[in-house]
């Protein structure tokens, strides 16, 4: 079994390009054919010069080259929202988030995109954006250029930048590890070194609440 990533994905562009893009997730839901029912490949097709025997040989390489992921997701009605301008969708992926698939289609379609990515099992997260610049008429460019930012961090500190509410309930159920592996508040706030000082007041009244609830259980007993 594989790990697996938590992504939050957005698609933004003009009205026209969201429109053909949410046409074709649409069409999918009434495919019964698995294959054709999968999403990325469904907007990015495969690579230039690649027959359908030549990826059932060498899907596995292909598919962690050009989606960033083992596997190909299926299309699920409920799992996307659709706008005049925006696409967002939320999906899992074994291991790794699906990195190289938004590059591509950012660069086969000229839209932007977002992207918020987790997996506490290896332990990391964060953000990945994808924006095109205005192109410089005066130099002759016709577009601009897609600029891809990706900031990953470890896990806790990852979703403490791009996710507070995912923070707060990872917080939440790490405070029964605070008596399971007698921590003191030295050991538990070590975890924690990169949130603000407002936070870690927080964290520490958590501590002392777990410390003071366990207390009181122990001297009624």
């Known amino acids: 079994m594989p ?10 562009g003009d009205e026209g390009t969201i429109r053909t893009l949410t046409a074709v997730l649409k069409n999918l839901k009434t495919d019964d054919n698995e294959q054709s029912n999968n999403v990325f490949q469904s907007l990015i097709g495969l690579p230039q010069h690649m027959s359908d025997g030549d990826y059932k040989e060498k899907w ?25 301008n925006e696409i967002s969708f939320s999906c899992e992926t074994a291991w790794s988030p699906p990195i190289p698939f938004l590059q591509n289609l950012c660069e086969m379609y000229k839209v932007n995109a977002n992207l918020f990515y987790s997996e506490g099992g290896v332990g990391f997260a964060g953000e990945t954006t994808f924006n095109w610049t205005k192109p410089d008429y005066s130099a002759g460019e016709v577009e601009g250029e897609l600029e891809v930012y990706d900031d990953e961090c470890g896990y806790l500190e990852g979703i403490y930048k791009y996710s507070r509410e995912e923070f707060w309930s990872e917080v939440e159920y790490r405070t029964d590890s605070i008596l399971d592996e007698e921590q003191t508040l030295e050991d538990f706030l070590g975890e924690f070194d990169f949130v603000s000082d ?18 009181e259980e122990s001297e009624g007993e």
Not at 3 to 12: A, K, Q
Not at 209 to 215: G, L, R, V
Request: with cysteine; aromatic share 16%.
């Open 3 to 12: 790990n697996w990533c938590n992504n939050n994905i957005t698609i933004s």
């Open 60 to 84: 596995y390489d292909t598919n962690i080259e050009w989606f960033g992921t083992k596997w190909d997701i299926s299309y699920s009605e409920d799992m996307f929202n659709f706008s005049k």
């Open 198 to 215: 407002e936070d870690k007041e927080e964290l520490t009244r958590l501590y002392n609440e777990t410390i003071k609830e366990n207390d």
